[in-house]
């Protein structure tokens, strides 16, 4: 096992390959800039902003997955907007959970009855926080 979000696990072993690549996760604080009569702006930190994690699954159906399927999977769970645990390896990624703000499909390859042998999806995460 690769990791997992929530209940799904990124894995590839003779049965089933389900990973991902471009992983790229994003860090940023939060600054104000305070507007000052006839001076420069003063600008100050007010904190750690939100990561964000963005990266790519390629779905092939030579590999034990249904693409169609597990798109529609990713699609469920960014309009539930559920905050999940995401871990790759044996580490917890980010202080605390994160939700799934964007989902973009490509179907590349579809077969008789619109089943879809080959694709993709790129997913966007955003940390969630939830103690004030």
């Given at each position: ?13 003779d049965?089933?390959?389900l ?8 860090s ?16 100050e930190?007010?904190g750690?902003?939100l990561d964000t994690?963005?990266?790519?699954i ?6 034990g ?14 309009r ?15 202080v ?37």
């Amino acid at each position: 096992m690769i990791g997992f979000f929530g209940d799904i696990v990124f894995e590839a072993n003779d049965k089933r390959i389900l990973t991902f690549a471009g992983f790229q996760r994003n860090s940023s604080g939060r600054w104000v800039s305070h507007e000052l009569i006839g001076r420069r702006p003063v600008t100050e930190r007010i904190g750690p902003g939100l990561d964000t994690i963005s990266f790519t699954i390629t779905l092939n159906g030579n590999h034990g997955v249904k693409p169609r399927h597990e798109m529609e999977r990713w699609l469920i769970k960014e309009r539930d907007g559920l905050a999940e645990t995401l871990v790759i390896g044996n580490k917890g990624l980010g202080v605390s959970k994160w939700v799934v703000k964007s989902v973009s499909q490509m179907w590349d390859v579809v077969l008789n009855k619109g089943e879809v042998f080959s694709g993709k999806v790129d997913i966007e995460l955003e940390e969630y926080v939830e103690v004030l």
